[in-house]
């Protein structure tokens, strides 16, 4: 069976399975089954939510090639959009406060994504008011 290939990694997005979890689903009863949202290309549920934000702006003209989003983040939500930004050309800045974990801050930057940090006391209030004056 030949497998199949796909367009590009936002193909991916969605269309993740589903699976029965057999001792959950006892015979007669419900049937109880999980989505495997973490196979994801990017890990994570947030993939579909960033992934129609930022086609519904390009539909609507309000995202152009070479346009730059700008994001408060804590983690996924993040790490979606840096991925979708890189697949599509724009230049990506995040910004979430300085006591979310390196490995996210890794990820983000792996994929292109400029951080900027705020101060952790701020939360993501800090984050979200040094997004909007990026903006």
């Avoid at 949202?37 to 519904?56: I, Y």
């Avoid at 724009?90 to 979310?100: G, K, N």
Wanted: aromatic content about 2%; some cysteine; overall charge neutral.
């Amino acid at each position: 069976m030949a497998e199949r290939i796909h367009g590009g990694v936002l193909d991916l997005v969605g269309g993740t399975p589903l699976v029965r979890l057999a001792k959950l689903s006892p015979e007669g009863g419900a049937e109880v089954c999980a989505k495997l949202e973490f196979l994801n290309p990017g890990g994570s549920v947030k993939d579909r939510a960033a992934l129609a934000m930022v086609t519904a702006a390009e539909g609507a003209g309000e995202l152009k090639a070479g346009a730059t989003i700008v994001e408060a983040t804590s983690g996924n939500t993040g790490i979606s959009l840096a991925m979708i930004a890189a697949v599509r050309g724009y230049r990506c800045i995040l910004v979430m406060p300085e006591d979310m974990s390196l490995a996210r801050r890794m990820i983000l930057k792996s994929y292109g994504a400029e951080v900027v940090l705020t101060p952790a006391q701020e939360g993501m209030a800090g984050a979200v008011d040094r997004a909007e004056r990026i903006v």
